[in-house]
């Protein structure tokens, strides 16, 4: 028995060898019972998913089994009750996902040749610790899904941290296993990391676009990521429909025009496409009928730009769902390696605390000064007053009797003056005005 077109010898769908010769085992009613079955007779397991259509594909050949009815104990599929068909049959292929099905994936790194390391095991998909994590176990992950060589086996969370268990730790690859999880490691699922530590890849084999030196990430000259290195598009033939696949790539909607003159800037490095042709149908630049990659007769002043409908394009997780970013792309340094790392949102507290202690230390600053000129003020008014040796503003009557007559005076003022004594300004009234007042009224 074997499982095929699936991901792993524990996914697939249910073929039985008899005579000689692989057939087909169909079903109508293929349940759990029946796949626990399988998956114990492949050591993989028990199942996790059970399917009864062409999700793995229909089967060649004759068909061996059909109407399969098992308890669920039975060591193998020949145990349970079964009938072979001999004639035509409406019911389809069955398959089955077995808990030790483990496939690999990377995840947010804008290619299936970058990102995360995930691992699906026993119904979810998980990341893997960077303990330990370096270039050998990274080259056993690009090797195992066909992306060439490993530039560089990221740490500490470099594509974002991840959901779900943590599936391994602590591996050890010498570069020249077939699947990451034949390198020797930590049991399943047994880990002291957290996602912060979840470990990544670069391949040599990802390849990716990105539109440079404009005001957004919508607009700007056409860069391609290959080979490891960063490089420009030549201006000969691209048009308005090569314009639309980039757009189209970058998620920032369609395209509205096309820069032949400069206006982002000549870039740097080599040229890696001329002679684009796109016809619309293709979803990445690279798979337009082209120049072979490096082969050109330009230079950067036909470096071509482009300017998409969008301002920010909208994210889409690797085989995930699409979600609006308001980040632009944020250039990262791998040694050798320059890789666009797109800024990603989980990573948002890291920004906001320092922000908070940032504006909690303005708002204390800002309180102290305040406190300080209140302070300097009153210091101010109080060497003021020590300076005049005049107190505070009061308020007395007077009674000119008790001053008294002045010498000569013809007659006594039989009245009362009000005199304010005010701080800084007095003005003193003298026995004399009063005199020349009193003189005036007798003439």
Known sequence: MRLVNGESVC????????????????????????????????????????????????????????????????LSLWNCTFTQATKLSVADDVGVVCSDHVQVRLVDGESRCAGRVELYYNGDWGSVCDDSWDLADAHVVCNQLKCGEALNATVSGWFGPGEGPIWLDNINCTANESALWECPAGSLGESDCNHKEDAGVICSEHRAVRLQNGPNPCQGRVEVFYNATWGTVCADSFGIQDAEVVCKQLSCGSARSVDREVTFGRGTGPIWLDDVDCRLHESLLWQCPSSPWGQHNCKHKEDIGVICSEMNPIKIRYGGSAKKSNMAAVSEDFGHVQYEVPFNKRRLFVFIIPCIFLALFIANSIALVIELQRSFQKDQTKRQHSATGFPEPVYE?????????????????QRFATIFRAVPVIKIISVKDVEDDDSRETQ
Not at 21 to 31: A, E
Not at 53 to 64: D, R, Y
Not at 397 to 413: F, L, V
Request: glycine content about 14%.
């Open 397 to 413: 009557e007077i009674d000119i009797d008790e001053i008294g007559p002045a010498p000569g005076s013809k007659r006594t003022c």
């Open 11 to 74: 996914d697939g769908r249910v073929e039985v060898y008899y005579g000689g010769v692989w057939g087909r085992v169909i079903d109508t009613q293929w349940n759990f019972k029946d796949a626990d079955v399988v998956c114990r007779q492949l050591n993989c397991g028990y199942a996790i998913r059970t399917y009864n259509h062409l999700k793995f594909g229909k089967g060649t050949g004759p068909v061996w089994m059909s109407n399969v009815r098992c308890n669920g104990s039975e």
